[in-house]
């Protein structure tokens, strides 16, 4: 119930059944992974037992071991992950994961979105190019929608960044960042306008640029364009 086009593909496959495999060493060392559909080289040539995957691409999920439910669309896409279950990845080495990773529950589309996730990236929305590329640590339940957005952190969970750059160095969580560059890097914190919001906790920017060079500083209030865009640090200001 197997199908098999390309040399060594399913070549180690002993009880899995219902997969297809087009592609060199695609399936290669598979005993009894079932239900998975790949299509590249070497595509999901690592997977033993995994089941219910999709993998479309040169080297795509080529590390899968016992991975299940795993989606991966785009060279690279997906590689390195071993165990992790329920990840989607679309796009050039999207996912693409550090060695013998174990993502879960991810869902990144784009050119090397999350290209550098491990075990502790889980339960994450990137979409863009290089969204959360390097992200390799404590990075949970984030929403992240922007070409480079969140691009440069390796933490940060509970977050909503929406825009272009947005909060490209951010370790912080439970913040809402929306726009072109704009930023919120502390702890519960709500930027909008591009360019808006900066560092500290508890503050609210709203309009282009407000607080832009703010780096430390609590409970402050901008309100309108430029708003506080000279501040870089102080506590209670509206």
Request: charged share 10%.
């Amino acid at each position: 119930k197997n199908t098999a086009v390309g040399a060594e593909a399913l070549d180690a496959n002993t009880t899995g059944s219902e997969n297809a495999a087009v592609g060199a060493q695609s399936l290669k060392n598979n005993t009894s992974g079932a239900r998975n559909s790949v299509l590249g080289a070497f595509a999901m040539r690592d997977n033993s037992s995994g089941v219910d995957n999709t993998a479309m691409g040169h080297n795509s999920m080529l590390e899968n071991s016992t991975g299940k439910e795993n989606t991966g669309i785009g060279a690279g896409a997906l590689q390195m992950n071993s165990s992790g279950d329920s990840n989607t990845a679309v796009g050039y080495m999207a996912l693409k994961g550090s060695m013998s990773a174990a993502m879960a529950q991810n869902v990144a589309i784009g050119s090397a979105a999350m290209k550098a996730a491990d075990a502790s990236v889980t339960s994450n929305v990137y979409i863009g190019n290089r969204a959360g590329a390097i992200g390799n640590g404590t990075i949970q339940n984030n929403v992240v929608i922007g070409h480079d957005a969140h691009s440069n952190s390796a933490s940060g969970w509970d977050n909503v960044y929406i825009g272009k750059d947005n909060s490209q160095s951010s370790t912080g969580n439970s913040n809402v960042a929306i726009g072109s560059s704009a930023s919120a890097n502390g702890v519960n914190s709500v930027s909008v306008g591009r360019g808006a919001g900066g560092g500290g906790d508890y503050n609210v920017a709203l309009g282009s640029a407000s607080f832009q060079k703010l780096t430390s500083g609590d409970f402050n209030v901008g309100l309108g364009h430029f708003t506080g865009d000279k501040v870089n640090s102080g506590d209670n200001n509206v």
